[in-house]
């Protein structure tokens, strides 16, 4: 341990000590894994390790905008409730200095292989332009046997050791193993703006070399961030959060885009995109990353946040803190069609309550419920495609016409939206919405997670009223202490 890794930790736990008071957290989650202090965005590390579960954040604990980039650390039995374990890896070598930045992490054998991109930005000058000029993406290896304790810190590759076409963007690795040889997919940005992906092959997790590009056969975007490749069901899926996306629906989207191709072919070899497929269809959702559960399941989390974004902010931001991940989603294929719902984990800390019966008064084919902040609400079987519901008097979830929206009722930066508008997807025939509600944000799953929306936001009343005709309708509180 150098003198500026214990400064880092000195610094941290300070930073930590000061967390905010209960008067500053009333817009604290409760099922949603949130750091304790100051600002979290990209998930990492993302694995199931001898039986627990552990998530790696990025985290900067002394200011709540961002700053120094360190990885805090979170464990889980049950994916619901989530465990601060403190932060675990600083930026204190030469070749991360700037930050630890996003990676994944790699079990075998009883040991856990940590892959990271250690950021570096030169002084301020006036010829880098921070694309081409003035920073280092560098990849990292670290190891552990309990996720918790570290080994020293290996560099891997440089600038240098990828494509000279490319510019100095290529980063967060995520590996994966084949028939006995590793494999690691990195983002990449070319001199021509074109975003694509690197695949590097090793034989011994240490010395990568360059197996393959992969890009679409039209340029799609600048820059492909945080990308993921797995498989569900014998489905390849390759994920990707795109920057540089603008034009016709875009210009209805958020600032940058998290979804993935299906990918026909062999992606180590001769290969075919799809067209490419929103993971969420919300205001707050990036940079997610997957990994199988130990029983076999493809659990993805992503940032329930969103970056360089103006539209819209964050009010917690006066209380020290900002930003949560999304409740971990079971990836799965049903009938052809990749889908998404809550990790069956959820439901061990439900408990349905009555609803309130419909079809008296003036509002009959309404009803309404209040006092719950937490919850999992599922309306079924809707009929005639019908289907109205507003949470605290401020969010409207509304199919009309074809077209599926999340609307906040006002974008004034002090109401619950804090700024945000609308979003929509355009949908032939609504059949189901399961509307998952923590304090301070909504994640909604249409026809079995076929489409997902996702948004923070802050109210100050604790109610649903939804209107779904004689749809079936069940209401589950959930209780996260044990």
Not at 80 to 89: I, M
Not at 207 to 216: D, P, V
Not at 387 to 404: H, K, N, Q
Not at 437 to 449: C, K, T, Y
Request: net charge negative.
């Amino acid at each position: 341990m150098n003198a500026l890794t214990r400064d880092l930790i000195r610094l941290t736990e300070k930073a930590e000590a000061e967390k905010p008071s209960a008067a500053d957290s009333r817009f604290r989650q409760e099922i949603h894994l949130m750091p304790p202090t100051g600002w979290l965005n990209d998930p990492n590390g993302l694995c199931q390790f001898g039986g627990v579960f552990h998530a790696y954040f990025q985290y900067s604990p002394f200011h709540a905008e961002g700053g120094v980039k360190m990885w805090g650390h979170c464990t889980s039995r049950d994916m619901v409730r989530w465990e601060y374990q403190g932060a675990v890896l600083y930026p204190d070598q030469p070749f991360d200095c700037h930050g630890v930045y996003s990676g994944s992490a790699f079990t075998e054998d009883g040991v856990m292989y940590v892959y990271y991109t250690g950021n570096v930005k030169l002084e301020d000058r006036a010829d880098y332009d921070y694309v081409n000029t003035g920073r280092e993406a560098n990849t990292v290896l670290v190891t552990s046997r309990d996720g918790q304790s570290f080994g020293p810190k290996q560099l891997l590759m440089r600038n240098a050791d990828y494509p000279s076409d490319l510019t100095l963007h290529v980063r967060d690795p995520k590996v994966w193993k084949d028939q006995g040889t590793y494999y690691m997919i990195q983002g990449a940005r070319t001199k021509e703006d074109t975003g694509q992906a690197l695949i590097f092959r090793s034989a011994d997790r240490v010395n990568w070399t360059l197996h393959s590009r992969i890009e679409t056969e039209e340029t799609f975007g600048y820059m492909w961030e945080c990308p993921d490749y797995f498989e569900v069901s014998g489905v390849k899926l390759l994920s990707a959060s795109v920057q540089g996306l603008e034009g016709g629906v875009w210009d209805d989207r958020n600032v940058y885009q998290s979804g993935y191709f299906l990918v026909e072919g062999d992606i180590l070899g001769e290969y075919r995109l799809s067209e490419y497929r929103l993971w969420d269809y919300g205001f707050d959702y990036y940079a997610p990353q997957s990994f199988e559960t130990e029983d076999g399941r493809r659990i993805q989390i992503g940032w329930m946040g969103m970056p360089d974004c103006e539209e819209y902010t964050n009010p917690t931001i006066e209380n020290g803190w900002q930003h949560c991940f999304t409740f971990p989603r079971e990836i799965f294929v049903e009938n052809g069609k990749v889908l998404q719902r809550p990790a069956r984990e959820l439901e061990e800390r439900e408990r349905e309550i009555k609803v309130p019966e419909t079809g008296k008064g003036p509002n009959s084919d309404s009803f309404l419920i209040e006092g719950y902040q937490v919850y999992d609400l599922l309306v079924d079987r809707i009929s005639g495609n019908r289907f109205r519901a507003v949470l605290a008097e401020e969010l409207v979830l509304e199919y009309t016409d074809g077209r599926f929206e999340m609307r906040f009722l006002s974008r004034e930066k002090g109401s619950a939206s804090a700024g945000r508008g609308f979003r929509y997807v355009e949908l032939e025939r609504l059949e189901s919405v399961r509307i998952l509600a923590d304090v301070s944000s909504v994640e909604v799953f249409l026809n079995n997670g076929e489409y997902v929306f996702t948004t923070r936001y802050y109210p100050e009343k604790s109610c649903v009223r939804v209107e779904a005709g004689d749809a079936e309708i069940k209401f589950k509180v959930i209780e996260s202490s044990p």
